[in-house]
């Protein structure tokens, strides 16, 4: 594997990326309301506002948390306490959903889009591996998806601790579960669903073919990793660090197969190859 | 590195007896072809000839059904990496990423094909040569085709090439802007690289070509020097000669030198057995009193030689279909009213795939 023609291929695709703001500022808004907008809603809900129904609502869904969920929970107040089970449990699903959408929408368009554009022409003809060519599509596709969710997880950790913070005795996040689900356990699920959605993009014959298949393969890897990671935030460290285990085996499984699925007449579009 | 074997026969490429099919499609048919390093070779053929396939078997962008291909001695399946390496290709449609400035599509390209030291300046150069380097800050969206072509041109020498592919490289292009590329490419060559350029414009492979191959339904029909492959189906200079009474040119037949007349509605067509003879058949004429309006030697062009083994080619495709069907009853082969008279080549011919020289 030559990591030179990887990482060209990558920042090439970057590169076009960064050119494209009809892709990229919806996908910017996206993270903004996940990861800012709703957040500091309900959680100014809860401690500003007081508003006693949310309270209770959430301390209700506090009860049934796992034990061990329950013992970590801060605060002296109903009110710090619910914001506290809101920040810390209940908005894992954010940092899937946020990485696995963006990441998906880049990758069903990146194999097949050179083809339709006709660039895979010369792809096709470059020294450029195949192999590598894939490594480089997975990297451009995985990055714009984990750096939102990154620079969105940095937002959310200081509306968190400027929030929740003087409920619960000062800044108390991002906790050692979040940083266990960002570090080891979003990757590798988003490796997984990477691995699924360049093999669509190199098979399937349109962009939109591509993002529907995507979409729909997606959805039930969507709804594993957020049970998964949801697991991870409320179980023991040991259960987290199990979890990322198995989703880092599955995606090197995932990706190993994967790169077979780029071959130099898929780029080319030829009929037998597709 | 040129291994021996391409070192030996001076052929940077070797294609023998290669078939790909897609599906139904039977796009390359035992397709046999070199490439004399130094030289432009020329594909000529209609849509569909198998031009762009045998491009894509030569970079080892295809892998072939059947058969074998070597480059610069090597074999693209096997050592793919490195005869890309030394490969430079303009396919059909630019290839450009539209998204991208100038500048970085040429950076990719220099990147990917290992253009490491003085990369900026080889880009530079690179563009300026192809009269580019004003517009590499725009995004490539917005060029014109013209702009684009030379782009493609210029990314396909950045990594100075020993090995040019050009699919239709002026596809697009107003007379102007294809003269200036058909220069470019004639420039490429002086300076020792070998080129292969597809085309269908047979103006574009006049005078261009060191080595004309001519394809139709994936297969070669010949291959060789446009000049030798002339000679070849013309034997004999030929001259068109009118005259204000026609029946004054009768006899011509009957002076010396002259091999063949056919008379025909607005001229005479007459093979001699040497050019030396056309002044020797004036003077004949008109001492015998003869007032010639006419007198032109025919020299046939790449257009002509293509028609012609095209023609001959669809003769023998429908002369072999007959003779199946006459076996089953079918009805017997008929001449072409309109070929022209080639019973010098087919009597040399002695197969279908045609001869190279």
Redesign the interface.
């Known amino acids: 594997m ?1 990591w ?2 990887v990482k ?2 990558a920042r ?1 695709d970057l ?2 990326l960064a ?2 703001k009809d892709f990229w500022v919806p996908m910017s808004i996206l993270g903004a309301i996940f990861f800012v907008v709703v957040p500091t809603i309900l959680l100014l809900a809860l401690t500003s506002l007081g508003d006693v129904e949310a309270i209770s609502k959430v301390a209700d869904a506090v009860e049934v948390l796992p034990q061990q969920a329950q013992e970590q929970i801060q605060g002296d107040t109903d009110a710090g306490r619910a914001s506290y089970a809101l920040a810390v449990f209940l908005f894992a699903p954010v940092a899937i959903v946020v990485p696995l959408t963006i990441s998906t929408a880049v990758g069903a368009a990146t194999i097949v889009g050179e083809r339709e ?6 792809l ?6 195949t192999r590598e060519i894939y490594m480089g599509k997975l990297i451009a596709s995985l990055i714009p998806g984990y750096a939102t969710t990154i620079v969105g997880f940095g937002i959310y950790s200081i509306i968190v601790n400027v929030i929740v913070g003087p409920e619960v005795g000062g800044w108390f996040f991002p906790t050692k579960q979040w940083w266990i689900l960002m570090l080891w356990v979003v990757p590798p699920f988003l490796a997984i669903t990477l691995s699924v959605v360049l093999r669509l993009s190199a098979r399937v014959k349109s962009t939109a073919a591509a993002q529907q298949a995507s979409g729909l393969v997606t959805l039930p890897l969507i709804g594993i990793a957020y049970s998964q990671s949801t697991g991870a935030l409320f179980g023991a460290d040991r259960t987290s660090a199990l979890i990322g285990g198995i989703a880092w085996g599955v995606a090197a499984i995932g990706l190993y197969k994967g790169m077979k699925s780029v071959s ?2 898929r ?2 579009g ?3 190859e597709m | 590195m040129v291994t021996n074997e391409a070192a030996q026969t001076g052929l940077t490429v070797a294609v023998r007896d290669v078939s790909r099919r897609f599906g139904d499609v039977q796009a390359l048919r035992d397709l046999t072809l070199e490439v004399p390093t130094g030289k432009i070779t020329v594909l000529l053929g209609p849509n569909g000839a198998g031009k762009t396939t045998a491009i894509r078997v030569i970079t080892g962008a295809l892998a072939p059904d059947e058969g074998t291909v070597s480059v610069f001695g090597l074999n693209p399946l096997v050592d793919g990496e490195e005869v890309r390496r030394r490969c430079g290709v303009v396919s059909a449609k630019p290839s450009l990423y539209d998204r991208l400035s100038g500048w970085d599509n040429l950076d990719y390209a220099a990147a990917l094909y290992g253009v490491d030291q003085n990369r900026r300046a080889t880009i530079g150069e690179a563009a300026e040569r192809f009269g580019i380097e004003h517009a590499l800050d725009q995004q490539v969206g917005g060029y014109s085709t013209g702009m684009k072509t030379r782009l493609a041109l210029a990314r396909s020498v950045l990594h100075r090439p020993e090995l040019l592919l050009f699919d239709e490289p002026t596809s697009g292009l107003d007379p102007e802007s294809s003269a200036a590329v058909l220069a470019l490419i004639r420039e490429m060559t002086a300076e020792g690289s070998t080129v292969v350029m597809c085309t269908h414009h047979l103006v574009e492979a006049e005078g261009l070509s060191d080595r004309v191959i001519i394809l139709d339904t994936g297969t070669d029909l010949v291959s060789g020097d446009p000049d030798d492959l002339v000679r070849r189906y013309w034997p004999t200079p030929t001259v068109h000669i009118d005259a204000e009474d026609r029946s004054g040119l009768a006899a011509i037949g009957d002076l010396d030198g002259v091999l063949r007349v056919e008379p025909g509605a607005t001229r005479t067509t007459v093979s001699v057995d040497s050019i030396d003879r056309v002044p020797d058949l004036i003077a004949a004429l008109t001492a015998q009193g003869v007032r010639l309006t006419r007198v032109e030697p025919y020299e046939p062009s790449l257009e002509d030689l293509y028609f012609a083994v095209r023609r001959e080619h669809r003769d023998e495709l429908s002369t072999d279909d007959l003779a199946t069907d006459a076996g089953t009853g079918g009805l017997a082969p008929r001449p072409d009213p309109d070929a022209i008279d080639q019973s010098a080549v087919t009597t040399e011919r002695t197969t279908h795939r045609g001869v190279s020289l």
Not at chain 1, 117 to 122: A, D, I, V
Not at chain 1, 124 to 129: E, I, L, M, N
């Open positions: 030559n030179k023609h060209t291929v090439t590169r076009q050119q494209a554009r006709g660039t895979g022409e010369f096709a003809h470059s020294p450029a591996g130099r007449g780029l080319l030829v009929a037998d």
